[in-house]
């Protein structure tokens, strides 16, 4: 236990060097919409399964935190560990021109469950809530001067939830998760000359928001047996809206470029002003979803999502964001549970598509998204109490068009996760 215990701390720490090696997670300009890119209440192995997480209670012999339906917690009967790091490797192009990839990687996950009795459990933990990372150029004229806008943004927000879900009959299970969501967001704009660069003064403006409030999301699971072996469940999760706190500041610095094109240190601050406190109010969303499942062999299912972001507001602002609304489809396929002769027959193999039509419009033209997804669960060596497994999953993605001058945006999001299952906080009674 002490052996797992510190490669869990190992891949913590590595994990949180990651995240601060990076200074964005994220590298898409429809991440300057909104709150940023969601990243989605999903650990690997629904991710793999492309987000599929309504229907999905206990898919196989290890004990699964799926935090995106809280319902889902009851099934809990192990203290189970979630710890994981993800990696965005994306590529951007215009017009017929591709820009350089990029990539980014950062701590993802790490997440609890903890039985409570037979019928219920907590789950408490922090997982990533949205990304902000872009940045992009525009040219012009000033007099005779040829100049360049620059705009770019950084930041995201995280979530730390505590959750608890339980049984109230054979079939039916609710929960909830009380969550904070925190970050900084901070967006620039800059003027900057061409030719005189290392003699004319640039000008920056920097929009800094800091951003918290509270969410609280609701959900249900009815299970229904089909066979001895086999179940339809059914499963919903929803949010009413919440509204969040917003700080902001903004700062105008001007600054000169060296013979290299280097930035050198800010020579003064022109403006400095602290805006006042306001509220963000957050979409009504609903997700909805069904799974059937043979017990410890294969399951599949759907879910259906639909989030109200025209009723986003940052203060007195409408943004103009679109509802959006998405549908995914997944499954995951285990050979043999039981199997001692292969391994591969112990593994888990999942995959999943989606469509998500976001809710950004740019000139009158929707942006969507399509992926496809898939991984593997990988077990590892056990003890009479303790069970392991390392979840990977990838998923290969498009959003946008280079239809109508717009960006297209091809991606491929990696997802590493190390799962422990294991019998903590029981006495130790001696005859």
Do not use: C
């Amino acid at each position: 236990m002490i052996k797992v215990l510190n490669t869990i701390f190992f891949l913590f720490l590595l994990g949180f060097n990651l995240s601060a090696s990076a200074q964005v997670t994220s590298s898409s300009p429809y991440s300057q919409f909104g709150l940023g890119d969601l990243s989605g209440s999903l650990l690997p192995q629904n991710r793999a399964m492309g987000g599929l997480s309504m229907g999905i209670r206990k898919p196989g012999l290890y004990d699964n935190i799926n935090l995106a339906n809280p319902a889902s917690y009851s099934t809990l009967q192990l203290t189970t560990f979630d710890v994981g790091a993800s990696m965005d490797i994306r590529k951007l192009s215009k017009a017929g021109i591709t820009g350089k990839t990029q990539l980014n990687s950062t701590l993802s996950h790490i997440t609890f469950g903890v039985p409570v009795n037979k019928f219920s459990a907590v789950s408490f933990g922090l997982v990533p809530y949205s990304d902000l990372g872009y940045r992009f150029m525009n040219s012009g004229l000033v007099d005779t001067s040829k100049v360049n806008y620059v705009y770019g943004g950084e930041g995201g927000m995280s979530k730390a939830y505590l959750g608890y879900g339980f049984r109230i009959s054979k079939n039916l299970s609710l929960g909830f998760n009380l969550a904070y969501l925190f970050g900084s967001l901070k967006q620039t704009r800059a003027f900057e000359f061409v030719n005189e660069a290392s003699t004319a003064f640039n000008s920056r403006t920097q929009y800094n928001n800091s951003v918290g409030g509270l969410s609280y999301d609701y959900a249900f699971q009815y299970t229904a047996e089909i066979s001895s072996k086999s179940k339809f469940i059914l499963g919903y999760s929803g949010n009413s809206g919440n509204s969040l706190n917003s700080r902001s500041s903004i700062v105008t610095t001007r600054y000169r470029k060296d013979v290299l094109g280097d930035e050198l240190a800010a020579a003064d601050s022109t403006f400095f002003a602290e805006g006042a406190k306001i509220k963000i109010q957050m979409p009504l969303s609903h997700t909805a979803g069904f799974a059937f499942e043979k017990t410890n062999a294969w399951l599949f299912g759907a879910d259906f999502t639909y989030s109200r972001w025209s009723d986003y507001r940052e203060g007195n602002t409408n943004p103009g964001l679109n509802d959006s609304y998405g549908v995914i489809v997944g499954g995951q396929f285990i050979p043999d549970v039981n199997a001692i002769s292969s391994y591969f027959k112990l593994m888990d193999y999942r995959l999943g598509i989606k469509y998500d039509k976001t809710f950004v419009k740019i000139g009158g033209n929707d942006i969507n998204q399509y992926a496809l997804n898939f991984g593997f669960g990988f077990p590892l060596p056990r003890n009479r109490s303790s069970f392991y497994k390392i979840n990977l999953s990838a998923e290969v993605g498009q959003r946008g068009t280079e239809k109508n001058n717009l960006v297209r945006d091809r991606y491929v999001n990696i997802h590493l996760g190390f799962t422990l299952n294991d019998k903590w906080f029981l006495k130790t009674y001696i005859d």
